[in-house]
């Protein structure tokens, strides 16, 4: 069974990224009036495989003046620790490959892992680029940490779980399912002094961000945070392509490089599911049960059932791939933050938002129940 | 003078990042329309201002003017071998090797009379710099410029254009012909000396 869940998380990991590396040089080249690669397979579909092929028939150089242990041992521990996340996402009401009870804990503390990497790859390159990337790039994380732990944090108020699948099941029709949830409820927009019960009803009305509206500003901030965690544009100063060539990973060719990019877009797809489990709804349909036209249990599925994997994959799948969307969309709109506005940004904006949404995500619980 | 007022507060700051991703968007949902390749004197020339603008250049070409100039073409069949185009050719890419023909050889198109055979008439490619000098000096109108642009070489050599259509062997025919004719004459003209002297 563990096996299963290995080769399902990694083959599915690997699927969603080959697609992203493609629709990334797609979105780029759309958005920049270009076309895009066209010439590799059908519409150029065949360019990201080409390219890990690419990178792997290049030769493996290691600087003569680099840590040779540091600098092998960085591009494996990156991709672990963000492949170690993949582990607690719950990909349909019965299917997740470790259903752990801390799972949001776990995830912070394993994601964070990634910054030692980073160092481990900067330093051990023993360039001036890849040192100065690593450092932004740890700055940059260790501080972005802070706003996206505290809107997870509220997240986990709202919904009184650090379980990814319970709260995937809160924020839906089939809640009351759920062992240990059977007698809970939800009311619109979580209040309950509103008398009106969405319980039963479902689709959107029960996402976090409906459950509780509050939420809605802490998956904004938990966005913005959660770009620049994976070094995204507008927060990519770390690879800075400009400035300092490519960062901590300019020294790394072929297999090496190849984990480094592997690593990135995984980390993207994570931070995208994640937003997804705790704010939009999980595997959850967007359709609403309204009175007899049933549209929320007709697009779930019973609990156990083979629809209920299908639905329950296709919504997580395709929610996260919107997500994804928004991350490139942005990537190509906007430019390059400067070190001081980064941080700016993280401390005397994200930073209290997320501390008065924590105080707001309590006051609201208490009007749930 | 107006001072333009920086705008930093948290409204304005939402307010550019939108209009920002909206023109992103606004191009990414337009990806659907491509620009055709039409000349300039097509009336949709100016109105493709939507969609993407990359043509996939050896599928699809913009067409070149009628009077472009680009690679150079001789019609050797109606070329008098006068030498004109070498001559004014500002940057010399144009060898010229002239035997006289010893028979009558025809006519060009134009009804020009033809004298000169050419064993070579070489343009190297790599040095012509496409002035369109020779093309107006030509006087059968032989030397024209095509609209090919995209001629690369691996080798340089093949840069060497030869438009002769007599070959190494044939010239040497011609060469012969011309000597013996030459000699032929000179003899006559000896044998004729001759006797005049005799005769004076």
Redesign the interface.
Known sequence: MALLAFVITISLMLVVVIVVVYAERK?A???????GP?EAGPYGTLQPLLDVLKLLQKEDIIPAAADKKLFAVAPILIFAAVFAGFAVIPLSPTLVPAGVGIGVFYLLAIISLDVIGLLMAGWGSNNKYAMLGAMRSVAQIVSYEIPAGLALLSVVMICQSLDFQEISYQQGVLMNAFPGLEQEQNWLFGIRSLGFETTTVGGLTTWNIFRAPVLLVAFIVYFIASLAECNRAPFDIPEAESELVAGFHVEYSGFRFATFFLAEYAMMVLVCLVAVILFLGSWNTPLPNIGPIALANWTTGAPGGIASVVWGGFWLISKTLVLLFVQL??R???PRLRVDQLMHLCWKVLTPISIGLVLLAGLWRLLMI | MSVVKHKVGFRDVVKS?VS??R???H??LH?DKRRKPVYISDESYFEQKE????L?YPYEALPVPDKGRYRLHNEIDDCIVCDLCAKVCPVNCITIESVKATEDIGVTSDGTKKRLYAPTFDIDMAKCCYCGLCTTVCPTDCLTMTPVYDFPEVDIKNMVYHFTDLSPEQAQEKKQLLEKQQEEMAAAKAAALAARKQQG
């Open positions: 979105v080249a759309f958005m920049q009036d270009r076309l066209t969309w942005a190509w709109t906007y | 990042l920002g991703a023109l992103t968007l191009h990414f990806a969609g993407l603008v990359t996939t």
